[in-house]
């Protein structure tokens, strides 16, 4: 069982950056791909950003390439993700994902997740 923690979610002005981070319990946080999804009210959700065990590959959704960063402390247990230039439809709550195999494949493990808004 992996348990997932966000945080670092808030308030923050458009053109402004956030970094979320993801801690993760129990030891085999190593072996696991990990992501970012976000869902905002009323939409359903969506995925965000990926990186494998190793963190030698990430994945984006186009709508965040070029301005959000994934990345992973292996000896922390902690997965980031970096946000800048944000945009009101950036706003959402965002979840941390954790996947036994490809995070394409399925979610094995999610956060509670951590709300973003941004302000125009």
């Known amino acids: 069982q992996v348990q997932l923690v966000e945080s670092g979610g808030g308030l923050v002005q458009a053109g402004g950056s956030l970094r979320l981070s993801c801690a993760a319990s129990?030891?085999?946080?190593?072996?696991?791909?990990m992501g970012w999804f976000r869902q905002a009210p009323g939409k359903e959700r969506e995925f965000v950003a990926a990186?494998?065990?190793?963190?030698?590959?990430?994945y984006y959704a186009g709508s965040v390439k070029g301005r959000f960063t994934i990345s992973r402390d292996n000896v922390k247990n902690t997965v980031y993700l970096q946000m800048n230039s944000l945009t009101p439809a950036d706003a959402a709550v965002y979840y941390c994902a954790a996947a036994r195999g490809p995070l394409s494949g399925g979610v094995d493990f999610w956060g509670q997740g951590t709300p973003v808004t941004v302000s125009s």
């Open positions: 129990g030891r085999t946080f190593s072996r696991n791909d």
């Open positions: 990186i494998s065990r190793s963190g030698d590959r990430t």
